[in-house]
Structure formats: C-alpha cells, structure tokens
C-alpha cells in the first residue's frame, strides 16, 4: 500500500516551502516517524517525518522545488519498487524558481541534478540522464552541465546563459550564481522594511566591564555546578536591558497603524548566527526568569537554531532584541530594528583601553575592559530623551551588577 508523505501545515502566515534536503534516497528503508526530508520556510527550517515505516518508493518534489501546505513531497510503499525522481508542476503551490526539466525527471535517481544545475538543463535542453555526475550519489552538479556544454559544442566555452537575481546560474570562471535561500530572501525583506517604515536612529555608550568580568568570575564555578550551565554575560545583559524596559515602556513598545501598542510583557529575542542566516528565538517571559534560567534557555535556544530545529513558535512575536557582534570580533555598529519592534540593544568586543578614573584621590589612568553599546531605535515613537536614558541605565546596571540582584 502506497503512504503520501505531504506537506504539513508550516505555521501562521507560511503558505509556502523549499525542499531544502532529502535525507533518504529512493529505496532506502524509513521507520515510522523518522525524517526524511528537510523543508525550508521563510522563518525556519522544518524536518518532515515518515508517516509510516516502508521503502523511500518516490521523490515526488526535487530539491529546489516550491511547494505549498499538503503538496505531495515523496511516496512509502511497502514492497520495496522504486520510481525515479520526478517534479511535477502540480507538485508545486506556484512555479518553481528553476524546476527540473522533463528529461531530468525521467532520469535515474543517480543522474538527479543538484538546484545548481537544473536551470542549464532546461534551458540548453539537455537530458540529465547523458550527463555524468561527480557529485554525491551521482548527482548531476553544475560543472558538469558545463562540461557537457563545451562537449557539446566541440569544446568551446559554453554559450552564455541569461541570469535571473533568483536562479542558480552559472555566469561565467570568475563568478558564480546560486539563488538565495527563501530564510535569507525573507531576512533581506525584513530588513529592508525596516528601513523603509522606521525611523531608525541609534545612540552610542561605553561600559566599563570590570565589574560584570569579577562577578561572573566570583560566582561562575558555584554557578555553573548548582544549575548546570555556566554564567555568561548575556544573562546579565538581559535582566539590564529588563530593567531599563520597566522604567522606559516606549522602548518596549510598537506602532500599530496610528496607535503605540504598549506591551506589559516581555519577550526578549537574542540574536543567533546560523550558516542559513541571522535568527532571533525569543525568550518568553523573560522578566519571570532567573540568571540560571536565562542561561538555560539560550543555550537550548542557540543549539537548536544552529541545529535548525527551532519551531516557528519559538522565532515569532518579541518585545526588544539584543545581538552580541562581539562574538565575532566586532568593535563598534549600529544593529538594524527586527520589525515591528521599536528597539534592539548591540553588544560589542571587550577591549581593554585607557580611562581616565576619577574618584575622592584624583584623577588617574587605568586599563579597563570596555564595550561599545548601541541602542537603535524608532524615532517615530522613542524620543532621544527616553534612548539615552535607556542605555544610560543599562550602563549603570552593568557597572555595578549587584544592583541586579536587589533591584535598585
């Protein structure tokens, strides 16, 4: 009996996926629930599970392929018979960005060509099936379409392909094109609209790390051996940013329309560099978490982003985000707004430097490990005013960490 594994239902507000990866081939065996292939959102990256246990009969859907809720992605049969690999047209929710062309799909598995080189398949009408591959599994790669085209043509450079922004093409020795991922087009669109409606304005601050450095270090080993997980700067930085959220609702807040929606809650996201892209999960209710628990969570939260195994839950909604350029080397930058929130807090790399230290004895130089803070902000809803107040007060918070700990 023949099993349809389809297209789950993705999520609010997602019609529509990439089949990013097959984990199975055609007649390898699946258990029950097991994944076998990986569908790519505009939010997050999905695994789609066996809905029974059998033989990998069919691959309905190429990788490459568009495709929307409950499309038919592969077949599991029973009797172990394999078909090819075949990509229909009414596969797809709307036309795919480069579908496999006809020959293609009648080819064996083994000939299947990578996204890279279906485009100059159809387009130079070509049979994948007379190209061999040297990719893996025998997959047909875009150097060996080329190759096949200078054969084709007595050796001679391939005939130029016409390029398109979103097809994987190949342009030429010195470039190459690939089409974007639908995680990173989505990420270009959001933050292009964050250009286009906010105001975006961002307010600078220094911080002398001394303090935060000694008392991570004090407590980190009692920490790290009572809860399990080490003490990191970000916790810190988190209650900070909670605290200056209280006292500034504005920054808290978002525009909807004509109205400032004022949030009574506070959802943090923190900011997670993946090979697909910039992801913010969000901490729920941060405000009602502890040190440990802070820590906990975006542990678990930036393993499973790296992993890819984030729910949409888990990456929608969010009052105020914080992203730590410092992990990377990163000095000084003004952090882009993750619509439709008003406010994002950009950590920077300690460095240590000379400041002037004034106290009851006088003034004297001392080397001190400090970070850059920049807080951007809409302008439309956060006056200058309430922006330099907020750092300011996460600053002073950050200095003396203590006061975290009596909320004061």
């Given amino acids: 009996m023949a099993i349809e594994i389809k297209v789950p239902t993705l999520g609010e507000s997602v019609s529509e996926a990439t089949v990013a990866k097959w984990l199975k081939k055609v007649g390898d065996a699946v258990k029950a629930d097991e994944a076998v292939v990986e569908l790519e959102t505009d939010k997050v990256t999905l695994e789609v599970n066996a809905p029974a246990a059998g033989t990998l009969t069919d691959i309905v859907a190429a990788e490459g392929v568009t495709v929307g809720v409950a499309a038919l992605l592969g077949v599991i049969g029973g009797d172990g018979s394999a078909k090819p690999v075949a990509a229909p047209a009414a596969a797809a929710a709307a036309p795919a960005p480069a579908p ?130 080490k003490l990191g700067f970000m916790s810190i930085f988190v209650k900070a940013c909670l605290a200056a959220l209280k006292e500034l609702p504005a920054v808290n807040a978002e525009i909807d329309g004509d109205e400032i929606v004022y949030k009574n809650f506070y959802d943090i996201g923190v900011a997670v560099g993946t090979e697909q892209g910039l992801v913010v999960p969000v901490l729920r209710d941060a405000d009602q978490l502890g040190f440990a628990d802070i820590e906990k969570k975006i542990a678990e939260l930036g393993k499973r982003a790296r992993d890819g195994k984030l729910s949409l839950d888990e990456l929608q909604g969010g009052t105020f985000t914080i992203s730590n350029g410092g992990v990377y080397g990163s000095l000084l930058s003004t952090p882009i707004l993750n619509t439709p929130q008003s406010g994002i807090l950009g950590m920077h790399k300690i460095q240590k430097r000379p400041m002037v230290i004034s106290d009851k004895s006088g003034d004297r130089i001392e080397i001190r490990p400090m970070m850059y803070l920049a807080l951007s902000y809409d302008h439309r809803i956060i006056d200058g005013r309430e922006a330099v107040t907020f750092l300011v007060k996460v600053k002073d918070l950050i200095e003396d960490p203590r006061r975290l700990l009596f909320d004061v």
Avoid at 101 to 126: G, Q, T, V
Avoid at 173 to 179: D, H, L
């Fill in 100 to 229: 496999v062309s006809a020959p293609a799909a009648a080819a064996p598995a083994a000939h299947a060509p990578l996204p890279s080189a279906a485009k100059l398949i159809a387009e130079n009408n070509l049979a994948a099936s007379a190209i061999a591959g040297s990719g893996k599994d025998g997959r047909v790669t875009k150097g060996d379409v080329l190759d096949a085209l200078a054969a084709k043509v007595g050796g001679a450079a391939p005939a130029p392909v016409a390029a398109s922004a979103s097809a994987p093409v190949a342009a030429g020795p010195r470039e190459e094109r690939v089409r974007m991922t639908r995680l990173r087009k989505r990420i270009a669109e959001r933050l292009k609209q964050a250009q286009n409606t906010a105001a975006i304005l961002t307010t600078f601050n220094e911080v002398d790390m001394t303090a935060a450095m000694a008392f991570r270090t004090q407590y980190n080993e009692a920490f790290e051996k009572k809860h399990g997980v």
